[in-house]
């Protein structure tokens, strides 16, 4: 186990741009060799140094260095205080909720990605945690929804597939008032776009699989925490669980993240003239894009983001058309997922 301080002395590398962070990572190159590349170590276990000495590494369900670098690097670009890089989206979802016990409330949006309903409808509820699914572009909504004992405030902002927005540092107020924790996925932005925890969120997770990562290779999921009370929390529940990311997925994650920032303002500039092309067409009844400027939440999103992303959901006249659509596409594949360099389309 590493000392926290380690995290404390980040280098965090302030003067530069994300763009360039990316690129950089937290140590960068392998501090032992220098290779330029982060080295993959792949490696099960750490030989001891000797008797009563706390060698840095010990056994890689607890921490590797590969995986640790990912989790610095995420650590400085959502700026945490600490990260957790997991199996997947699901095992970061999961990671975090393991923070609330019976008897607590957790109001989530409703418009959520569907392994997190299911999560939260067969898992918690089962253990008994309430929860309540609403619209959180709604504050009087939330006001209204809180509860004694609410204790988490569950954010997808934009949502999927409905491109809701939700006011981040709105919803930290509230949340905060009563001493709730506010919880933002952050797959669909990103920290290239959206800062979350710069809002005022105390966590934020990822589906690194998505746009992280990039290129439809690896599943991964990463917690970000501001608090380092909470990140110790968690760092004791991710060995009992043995999510832990391995090495090589860490790697390829690592390895995927150095173009963030290119594939970001491409999939932003892309989506932009696919969300025009779609709204001009007669068969296509409504477009579901953040980037239009008489979405709702505009002047939200605005605010709180950079960028739009690349995600679009559109409505069309029937059945049929849908059809269409997903057997004679070209070069967009009707697949599950998103985020990576391929264009990827799904009903
Ligand atoms: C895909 C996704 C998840 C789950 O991630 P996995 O890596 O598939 O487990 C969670 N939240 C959002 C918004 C997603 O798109």
């Not at 439809?216 to 501001?226: I, P, Q, R």
Request: with cysteine.
């Amino acid at each position: 186990m590493k000392d926290l301080k380690d995290y404390e002395n980040l280098n965090r590398k302030e003067n530069l741009k994300l763009a360039s962070k990316v690129v950089h990572g937290a140590e960068g190159i392998d501090p032992a060799t220098g290779s330029i590349s982060f080295p993959i170590y792949q490696t099960a276990t750490f030989k001891h140094s000797g008797i009563e000495i706390r060698d840095p590494y010990n056994y890689s369900r607890c921490i590797n260095p590969t995986r640790e670098e990912l989790e610095k690097t995420m650590a400085i670009l959502e700026e945490g205080t600490r990260a957790f890089a997991v199996n997947s989206g699901m095992a970061a979802i999961t990671l975090v909720f393991s923070l609330l016990k019976p008897g607590d409330h957790l109001i989530m949006s409703d418009d959520i990605y569907g392994g997190t309903f299911r999560e939260v409808n067969e898992v918690l509820e089962v253990n008994g945690i309430e929860h309540d699914s609403i619209d959180l572009s709604d504050l009087d909504l939330l006001k209204k929804t809180i509860k004694k004992n609410t204790k988490m405030i569950f954010v997808e902002t934009p949502t999927n597939p409905m491109m809701k927005v939700a006011d981040i540092e709105k919803i930290t107020k509230i949340g905060h008032d009563i001493g709730a924790l506010v919880v933002v996925d952050n797959t669909f932005l990103t920290p290239y776009f959206q800062r979350p925890l710069t809002l005022g969120a105390d966590i934020v997770v990822h589906s690194g699989t998505k746009y992280l990562a990039g290129h439809n290779d690896v599943l991964a999921g990463v917690v970000v925490v501001k608090d380092s009370k909470i990140g110790e929390t968690l760092e004791i529940k991710m060995y009992i669980y043995g999510a832990g990311l391995g090495p090589m997925d860490s790697w390829l994650m690592l390895r995927g993240m150095k173009t963030l920032a290119l594939r970001m303002d491409k999939h932003n500039e892309n989506a932009m003239k696919v969300a025009n092309w779609l709204r001009s067409q007669p068969k296509v009844e409504k477009v579901y894009y953040v980037g239009f400027e008489d979405h709702k939440d505009y002047e939200v999103t605005k605010k709180q983001t950079t960028g739009f992303g690349g995600m679009i959901s559109f409505k069309v006249d029937s059945t049929k058309t849908v059809n269409q659509i997903l057997l004679k596409l070209k070069l967009i594949m009707f697949a599950e997922s998103l985020g990576g360099v391929e264009s990827l389309i799904t009903e």
